[in-house]
């Protein structure tokens, strides 16, 4: 069985998956001619006994497969044997992500006794054939550095290397990580943004600003304590359910104090985000924490643009070498109606490339669906505003040794 991940997004794929065994002998059952076809509820009973059958430990659960099929957004997909009592053979599992345009190759899965026939190379023709269909632009997966057969195999098929993954699996084994483009390949303006995914929840916004100030300053260490030091500085928004999060002129000053040319662009000058804030007691407090931190942010010499952002925005930024960190609606991502902040990577005359520090477990999501994710332009211009006024808002930093190019917004004193 080829497992490129189990339900937790814990690689555990087996070196030996694509290669013929040469024990149990095969069952007439498993020479049979074989089909692959979209999975369905049905299915559920061979597919647990297929795990049975391949795995000791980590195996999906009955309801994982009920999952899958009914509520994840997903693709399963099985190889069942012709003329038999509806056995299966193996079966693929592709995740796409709301609001993104790359899909992950969650679990490959042939029967032991099943492999050396090409059903391994059938299901990755499905998954590649199931990313095109849902207009994905890339094919991603993980696979161990000991595993040559999958490797030959993925390479054998255009799928290219994009980075170590050191102690990746569960036995402290090493692994690869794999990328496929379906349609074209976008390179990013900055590809050596490192990811750091953040370990809160309202801490989105200083997990980007760390990725972006390593980016800029490679000797600088990511440090997680680093995380809530920056959270302490720059939130501005009070929150009685939970912590609150940052906002713009909050990380622009973390981000100054620690030597980086900052530039804060917003539609709209004023305290931020209070119009879904019903309490009025809440919204007082959430003014008074947004107007000191204004303060502090003019009297570091600081200003504001007040000025539309648009992918073209973002674009010429990155190609005047300042790295840009967006505010979005999560809604796109994982259907929540929140105020999230992602890095800007890369854009091209079709998309944005984003890591999103957002690793959600709910979603089955690893890094890897989180690095240089694909969003199409099309998506941007709802996906990057937020709430009833349509705030948009975005930090942008650079070096120091960098001189200022004149910009197209007018500054404002926030």
Known sequence: MVRLSDAKGVPTMSANALQTPTTPAPTPRHRA?????????????????????????????????????TKAKASLFVAQAEGTDGELLGYGIVLFHLGTALARLYSLAV????????????????????????DCVALRLEVRTDNAAAIA?????????????????????????YEKRMKFSPAPSVPQVP????????????????????????ARPIDPDDEIRIWREATTIFMTSGHGGCGPFGLSLAAHRRGFQVRTIVTRSGPLFLESVRSVEKK????????????????????????????????????????????????????????????????????????????????LKTDVDCVHVPVPRSAFDSMARYGRSRLQAAVLLRGKATVRKKTAGKEHDA
């Open 111 to 134: 029967h032991p006794e099943a492999r050396g026939r090409g059903i391994g190379v059938r299901l990755l023709d499905y998954a590649e054939a199931e990313t095109r269909a849902h």
């Open 153 to 177: 195999l993925y390479e054998s098929r255009g799928y290219r290397r994009l980075a170590p993954l050191p102690h990746y699996y569960e036995d402290e084994s090493d692994g690869w990580r």
């Open 284 to 363: 007082r407090i959430m003014e008074r924490a947004q107007a000191s931190v204004r303060a502090d942010f003019r009297a570091a010499g600081l200003k504001a643009e007040i000025a539309p952002i648009t992918a073209d925005t973002l674009k010429q930024a990155l190609d005047d070498g300042w790295i840009p960190i967006l505010l979005i609606s999560s809604y796109r991502f994982n259907a929540e109606k929140v105020p999230h902040w992602i890095v800007v990577t890369g854009v091209d005359d079709r998309f944005l490339l984003v890591h999103d520090p957002d690793m959600d477990d709910d979603l």
């Open 33 to 69: 001619p074989f089909a692959i076809r979209a999975g369905r509820l049905a299915d559920i009973p061979a597919l647990v006994r297929l795990e049975e059958t391949c795995f000791e430990t980590d195996r999906l659960s009955r309801r994982s497969f009920h999952h899958m099929l």
């Open 195 to 218: 990811y750091y995914h953040q370990t809160t929840d309202f801490t989105c916004g200083p997990a980007c600003l760390m990725m972006a100030m390593s980016a800029l300053d490679p």
